[in-house]
Nanobody
Framework: QGQLVESGGGLVQAGGSLRLSCAASGNIFRINAMGWYHRAPGKQRELVASISSGGTNTNYADSVRGRFTISRDNAKNTLYLQMTSLKPEDTGVYYC??????????WGQGTQVTVSS
């Protein structure tokens, strides 16, 4: 059944870049809008970027607009998040999932991003 596997996180200095990937299984990926969700230490998950099923339309949280780019490759069932000009506030675990979230969503392990000052 469905699986979500995030990768690409790591430790970077402020101002650096990372490219996160989300590999999705199941036959639902190509028809769903998707999003990247960020859980900062001690905080709840929040949406930082979303993308329409065909990849034409994207939206970003104010905190990341101009620095992050969300994209997808439906042929590969993969979602990406290109992160540039990273700030310490970007530190946390990043998850991919449907957008909007479906009831009782399945969450993968996420991938840890740590930005040092």
């Amino acid at each position: 059944q469905g699986q979500l596997v995030e990768s690409g996180g790591g430790l970077v200095q402020a101002g650096g870049s990372l490219r996160l990937s989300c590999a999705a299984s199941g036959n639902i990926f190509r028809i769903n809008a998707m999003g990247w969700y960020h859980r900062a230490p001690g905080k709840q998950r929040e949406l930082v970027a979303s993308i329409s099923s065909g990849g034409t339309n994207t939206n970003y949280a104010d905190s990341v607009r101009g620095r992050f780019t969300i994209s997808r490759d439906n042929a590969k069932n993969t979602l990406y998040l290109q992160m540039t000009s990273l700030k310490p506030e970007d530190t946390g675990v990043y998850y991919c999932n449907h957008y909007p979230l479906i009831p009782n969503p399945y969450w993968g392990q996420g991938t840890q991003v740590t930005v040092s000052s």
